[in-house]
Structure formats: structure tokens, C-alpha cells
């Protein structure tokens, strides 16, 4: 699937006439509005609610994301009071004016950790239609390999389209997540065809390349220990763009024949799928 990301600054008001609303908002399939929890936001839960009310009659369907931003430098219980506070004055506004039930979704994200990607993560797989399929056969691998958390990651972004149906542990997902810049980076080093590559070094070429060129030759496969969790961790390419990724429970390694093959089952499903969804477009 292809998407497209369209960034409005806030002193944009989109909702002026002069603007074509069909044109913006005629095939967004989600609004992610970003208020700063570090500033006064009054302001902005206004402007939201306004943009929640003119849009509902014609595009009842947009999935409206609230991104809490900045929430680093605050205390959990702050961060609670804050996400409560917001989530009250939108949903008394919205009722005040006769919407009940919009599709609203709050998320408190930072740039500081990961949970701006999960947050984001969240925010796609709604707009994935085969969601459901992929979700049953990391399900089925998980409860076949004993598997504790499988991601399906998408390489570039780390954000993960789908996962199997355990509670999201955020500690899991950022090892996960910092697994594969490794693989990447041993990739770089050791997963191109040396041959041509030795050839454009001698000529002058850099080593260093773009970090598309570096998926496109991960072709990866690895399974690692960590020493503080004593539990493996396997990666394994789906195809250049995403990355089955997997925590595995401690002793795992002895039944790795087995694993390797379920997995290898599974990325073929996940294959079919996207192929299936190709012929579908």
C-alpha cells in the first residue's frame, strides 16, 4: 500500500472557504492532530473540535488521532491529568453539539522514545484492510513457535502493520525495533554482492550508501540473545520493504529447526497476501 502524508502547520486554516475540502479530505482515511502538552492548548482543542464538527456530515468515516506530544519532560501522573483533561473538554464539546461517538483515538507520544513509532503503528494498521489476515497468521506462529511478541515492521519507518493479538509491550517493541538497525548495519557490511562492489570501490565509488539501498540488499535472516533478557530474538525478511520480527522464549534455540520452518511458512502466507492484494488494485 502506498501513503501519503500531507502536513498542515497550524496557522493553516483548512476550513476557509478559498480551500477545496474534497480535495483534502475526500480520500484521507485519518486526521492525526498533534497538540503540545507543554503549552497552552486550549487553542488547539477548539480548533479541533471545529474541524471534527464541519467535517463529520460529509466524511463521518476519518479516524481522528489525537497525538498528546512532548510529554517527556512530564510525570506520569501529569501526563495522565493532561490526557484526561483533553479527552473531557473535546468529548463535552462534540456532545454539546449532538456528536456522540466520534472516532476519536489518544495517543501520549514524544520524539524521545518510541512512542511516537507506536502511536503511528497504531494509526495504520486501521487504514490496512487485510489487518485481520495478517494478525492470524502471526497469531498461529506465535501459539506454534511459543513465541512471546511477533512484529511484521516496516524496515524504514520502524513502524510495525501488524502484530499478533497479545498486549503490545513497549520495552519488546524498542528492542525489536533496535534489532533491525543493527541487521541493517551489519547488512551494509556484509550483504552486498562483494565482486561489484570491490569493483566501484576501486573506482572511486563510496561505500556509504542510502538507507533504501541498504534494505534493498538486507535479505536477512539472524536470531540473536540478549544477556539481560535470556531470551532470542529472530529476524526475518519478508521482502525489501518489511521484516518479520519475533521474541522468543528463553531455551528456544534447542527447537530452532522447527521454528525456522513455521517461519518460513508464514512469511510464504504473507507473501500470498500481498500478492492477492496487488491483483485486488
Not at 486550549?42 to 460529509?58: C, G, K, W
Not at 468529548?91 to 513509532?117: C, K, M
Not at 520495552?171 to 565482486?195: F, H, K, L, T
Not at 540473545?225 to 534447542?254: C, H, Q, W
Request: glycine share 4%; proline share 5%; hydrophobic share 40%.
Amino acid at each position: 500500500m502506498d501513503f501519503q502524508v500531507w502536513d498542515f502547520p497550524g496557522q493553516v486554516d483548512f476550513m476557509d472557504p478559498s480551500f477545496d475540502l474534497d480535495a483534502i479530505f475526500g480520500e484521507i482515511g485519518a486526521l492525526i492532530w498533534v497538540i503540545d502538552a507543554q503549552d497552552d492548548y486550549l487553542e488547539a482543542i477548539n480548533r479541533l473540535n471545529s474541524t471534527i464538527l464541519n467535517l463529520q456530515p460529509s466524511y463521518p468515516n476519518i479516524n481522528i488521532e489525537v497525538f498528546i506530544h512532548k510529554v517527556d519532560g512530564l510525570s506520569d501522573d501529569y501526563k495522565l491529568d493532561i490526557q484526561r483533561d483533553i479527552m473531557q473538554r473535546i468529548q463535552d464539546e462534540l456532545s454539546d453539539h449532538g456528536v456522540e461517538n466520534a472516532p476519536i483515538n489518544f495517543h501520549l507520544t514524544s520524539i524521545y522514545n518510541h512512542s511516537i513509532f507506536e502511536a503511528f503503528s497504531k494509526v495504520i494498521q486501521k487504514l490496512i484492510p487485510h489487518l485481520p489476515t495478517l494478525e492470524a497468521l502471526l497469531n498461529d506462529l506465535c501459539r506454534s513457535c511459543r513465541f512471546e511478541k511477533a512484529y511484521l515492521f516496516d524496515v524504514l519507518s520502524k513502524i510495525y502493520i501488524a502484530t499478533d493479538s497479545s498486549p503490545v509491550d513497549m520495552p519488546s517493541y524498542e528492542i525489536c525495533s533496535d534489532y533491525i538497525d543493527v541487521i541493517v548495519d551489519v547488512s551494509e557490511i556484509y550483504g552486498y554482492p562483494r565482486s561489484q562492489e570491490y569493483v566501484e570501490t576501486l573506482e572511486g565509488e563510496p561505500w556509504n550508501k542510502k538507507l533504501e539501498d541498504q534494505v534493498a540488499c538486507l535479505d536477512a535472516e539472524s536470531a540473536i540473545v540478549l544477556t539481560d533478557m535470556k531470551r532470542p530474538i529472530m529476524l526475518r525478511e519478508v521482502n525489501k520493504y518489511l521484516a518479520l520480527v519475533a521474541i522468543m522464549r528463553e531455551g528456544s534455540f534447542e527447537k530452532m529447526p522447527l521454528v525456522t520452518m513455521n517461519v518460513e511458512t508464514v512469511v510464504e502466507g504473507l507473501t500470498k497476501v500481498f500478492e492477492i492484494t496487488k491483483m485486488r488494485k
